[in-house]
């Protein structure tokens, strides 16, 4: 069973650094999809950022390109996600999620999330 545990979320002030964490167990993911989400309160679930575990391509979504990135470690079945110049709108909760197709780095529809791991930004 795939398990997906979030970590590295807290508090930081604009302007500031975090690195999140996703470790990832229970399956094989040398085709799949990884990516992180956020939703803030009374706002969707959004898209931020995808991985492909295989080649490495990524996708970002608007807000954040530029200063986040997303990265994967082979041996560690780890993906991170590292955010700069963070801003009081990119306080949410982040959920690390996996899907299944591989190429799908825009991640529309993930076959699995993990529980989640908040950020926030004081400004």
């Known amino acids: 069973q795939v398990q997906l545990v979030e970590s590295g979320g807290g508090l930081v002030q604009a302007g500031g650094s975090l690195r999140l964490s996703c470790a990832a167990s229970?399956?094989?993911?040398?085709?799949?999809?990884m990516g992180w989400f956020r939703q803030a309160p009374g706002k969707e679930r959004e898209f931020v950022a995808g991985?492909?575990?295989?080649?490495?391509?990524?996708d970002y979504a608007s807000s954040v390109k530029g200063r986040f990135t997303i990265t994967r470690d082979y041996a560690k079945n780890t993906v991170y996600l590292q955010m700069n110049s963070l801003k009081p709108e990119d306080t949410a909760a982040y959920y690390c999620?996996?899907?299944?197709?591989?190429?799908?780095?825009?991640?529309?529809?993930?076959?699995?999330w993990g529980q989640g791991t908040q950020v926030t930004v004081s400004s």
């Open positions: 999620a996996a899907d299944r197709r591989g190429g799908m780095t825009t991640m529309p529809d993930p076959d699995y």
């Open positions: 229970g399956g094989t993911f040398s085709g799949y999809a």
């Open positions: 991985i492909s575990w295989s080649t490495g391509s990524t």
